[in-house]
């Protein structure tokens, strides 16, 4: 289980707010900001390793994806913001990046059009991982009775500040004293777990939910599909019930401060082995590999 005390962020950082870098206790937006008001706004994820930007080109392309999803225009360029973050990392020296895109000030009406325009601000800092015995050992989770919103409702491919829907999961996860809860969808299928991407294997094939169930199509979630071909592992993106969950021979969570970890438990049952499976702790390791040669 994750503390439920985490680490706090650095006081000392720098954070790079509207193309300058100034200190974390000056880098701030206005109350009448809408991404405060109304969550009106994109965001990324990112990781660090060794001092490099991880998969930066594929997560602003996320970015700018999810912003032109919502009208949402990003008054910097990809390679300016790819630019800022290597500042960032450069004076900061931390693993893990949050770069965020708010609506800007406006009024205390829904109207988007009367904002006067984007704030822009990059946070290179720390964050909270789970802990290394569960790469060993496994998480326990739950199937949360929050569903996931349906991309009829908000698109679940925008990746935006508005994670209501995913913080409801996670506290029935608090609440049940394990490390994250999985979501169904619409349709009584799992679609993901509150902040990572899900996947069974069963019979040696890597399966994992299709985009139209509601999912956010993770960048780590691309790359270990990606990596199961490469090892010649069948795959598919389709549908599971959470009895083909129960039944699973192994179940492993992906993400991009997860990585790829293993799921041992689900609402008290037992998956597989147990433990991590065979095919499990193979795309663990090619991931791991994958990184080292990025």
């Not at 083909?244 to 037992?270: I, M, N, Q, R």
Request: charge should be neutral; charged fraction near 20%.
């Amino acid at each position: 289980m994750i503390s439920s005390l985490p680490q706090l962020g650095s006081l000392k950082v720098k954070v790079w707010l509207n193309g300058k870098l100034v200190d974390e206790s000056q880098a701030v937006v206005s109350i009448y900001d809408h991404g405060l008001l109304y969550g009106d706004g994109v965001f990324e994820g990112i990781r660090v390793y060794n001092g490099k930007v991880f998969q930066a080109g594929a997560h602003l392309e996320r970015l700018f994806n999810s912003a032109d999803a919502i009208c949402l225009k990003i008054p910097y360029s990809r390679d300016q913001l790819n630019e800022a973050m290597n500042q960032l990392v450069q004076t900061n020296n931390e693993p893990y990046i949050r770069l965020a895109v708010t609506r800007g000030i406006g009024t205390l009406g829904l109207n988007p059009y009367l904002c006067r325009g984007p704030q822009v601000f990059i946070i290179n800092d720390h964050i909270q991982l789970y802990p290394k015995e569960l790469y060993e050992n496994g998480l326990a989770v739950i199937i949360a009775r929050t569903v996931r919103c349906s991309p009829q409702m908000v698109n679940p491919l925008v990746k935006s500040l508005n994670y209501l829907n995913n913080i409801y999961a996670k506290i029935e996860a608090a609440d049940a004293a394990v490390a994250e809860a999985l979501m169904l969808n619409q349709y009584g299928n799992i679609a993901e777990a509150s902040g990572d991407n899900v996947f069974i294997v069963k019979g040696g094939e890597v399966i994992t939910p299709p985009p139209e169930a509601g999912i956010l199509k993770g960048i780590t979630r691309g790359i270990v599909l990606e990596l199961a071909g490469r090892q010649g592992l069948p795959k598919a993106e389709r549908d599971f019930t959470p009895a083909e969950l129960y039944a699973a021979d192994e179940c492993f969570l992906t993400g991009t401060a997860a990585e790829v970890v293993p799921v041992t438990h689900v609402d008290g049952k037992t998956i597989g082995a147990g433990k991590a499976g065979p095919v499990t702790r193979t795309l663990m390791a090619a991931y791991k590999d994958f990184i080292a040669k990025s």
